[in-house]
């Protein structure tokens, strides 16, 4: 998870007023890192090193123009892309992440609480942000809970889940042993989902068919109603 500021968090961290910050965007010295779908705009850790650049230069007596063209000449700390860097561009808040699944922010920050999700961005305000996939993965959830795992069961297979990121992403940092142990393990928990899906196929089927026989028959119970003399 990576730290993010907004606006005004960020003013508290350099000192430098709010006004200010936005006339710097302004003249294109410094720019958020990303917004949320609800045009919030938000800035990464590089941008505290960058203000404080540009704060010393205007205390050296440059102007903003010429800051402009020192900081085109020489660019501003810390602000080349690393692998590393947060996610960029548009972000969800709980709410609209909420929102698109159907479910409440309460249930949104429960899962934080679970350690089932956890946010991508998060602000000292306690403002939060998910990439757009966790949609995708907070249905999912919602699928196991339709399933009957409990909360404290998906927590589980959420963990399996950054197992596999971690292993796909820095296999060779695992030793042999603790790879196999890994896969073991979230093989073993594969089967089972994959058994108790089976089941529930199953009572899925036999439903539909009760139902699709029931509804026939109450079709056929109004039809001969409705012949009925009055």
Request: proline share 3%.
């Amino acid at each position: 998870m990576k730290n993010i500021y907004l606006l005004n968090e960020l003013a508290a961290k350099t000192g430098v007023s709010e006004i200010i910050i936005l006339e710097w965007e302004k003249e294109k010295l410094i720019k958020p890192s990303g917004e949320t779908e609800e045009k919030t705009p938000f800035y990464n850790e590089d941008a505290i090193a960058q203000c404080e650049h540009i704060m010393k230069l205007t205390e050296l007596g440059y102007s903003l123009q010429e800051i402009g063209k020192i900081i085109k000449k020489v660019g501003l700390p810390a602000n080349q892309p690393k692998e590393n860097d947060p996610v960029t561009g548009k972000l969800l808040t709980v709410g609209e992440l909420a929102d698109k699944i159907n479910v409440s922010p309460r249930t949104i920050k429960h899962w934080e609480d679970k350690g089932i999700i956890e946010p991508d961005m998060r602000s000292e305000g306690g403002f939060r942000l998910y990439a757009d996939v966790y949609v995708y993965l907070c249905s999912l959830i919602l699928d196991l809970q339709n399933f009957g795992y409990t909360l404290d069961e998906i927590k589980i297979v959420s963990d399996h889940f950054r197992d596999y990121l971690a292993l796909q992403t820095q296999f060779s940092n695992f030793e042999k042993s603790a790879v196999s142990a890994k896969i073991d393990v979230m093989n073993s928990d594969i089967e089972k989902l994959l058994s108790k899906m089976n089941m529930l196929k199953e009572g899925i089927n036999r439903w539909e068919e009760l139902l699709k026989k029931k509804k026939k028959e109450l079709q056929n119970m109004m039809n001969i109603n409705n012949k009925r003399l009055q």
